[in-house]
């Protein structure tokens, strides 16, 4: 019950810039922690950032320094500003929210580990 729609992916040359959004929908009351991680073909899933609601980070090895994860808590949304691509990059990214309490007809209950579809980032001249 916990629905995540993610933007900004592309194609991109090496060295370029590209700006992903999260944005979580439904009956939310807050969200634990926020973050994305990637995957790319015949790759496990990595952890890319996260960020917890009180602004703690977390990012993969592969990317810091190079990305930049913020959050909106007002508008239950999730960033990550990816500078200086490199081919390595590419993959899809996927937003993550760990645990969100919701609104429901019993009560208030948590609702974990929710994922979105995924946008693709391609870098590549």
């Known amino acids: 019950q916990v629905q995540l729609v993610e933007s900004g992916g592309g194609l991109v040359q090496p060295g370029g810039s590209l700006r992903l959004s999260c944005a979580a929908s439904?009956?939310?009351?807050?969200?634990?922690?926020m973050g994305w991680y990637r995957q790319a073909p015949g790759k496990q899933r990595e952890l890319v950032a996260i960020?917890?609601?009180?602004?703690?980070?977390n990012y993969g090895d592969s990317v810091k320094g190079r990305f930049t994860i913020s959050r909106d808590n007002a508008k239950n949304t999730v960033y990550l500003q990816m500078n200086s691509l490199k081919p390595e990059d590419t993959a899809v990214y996927l937003c993550?929210?760990?645990?969100?309490?919701?609104?429901?007809?019993?009560?208030?209950?948590?609702?974990?580990?929710?994922w979105g579809q995924g946008t693709q980032v391609t870098v590549s001249s």
């Open positions: 993550n929210v760990d645990a969100a309490l919701v609104r429901d007809l019993g009560g208030p209950r948590w609702v974990y580990d929710s």
């Open positions: 960020m917890a609601r009180g602004g703690s980070t």
């Open positions: 439904g009956s939310i009351f807050t969200i634990n922690t």
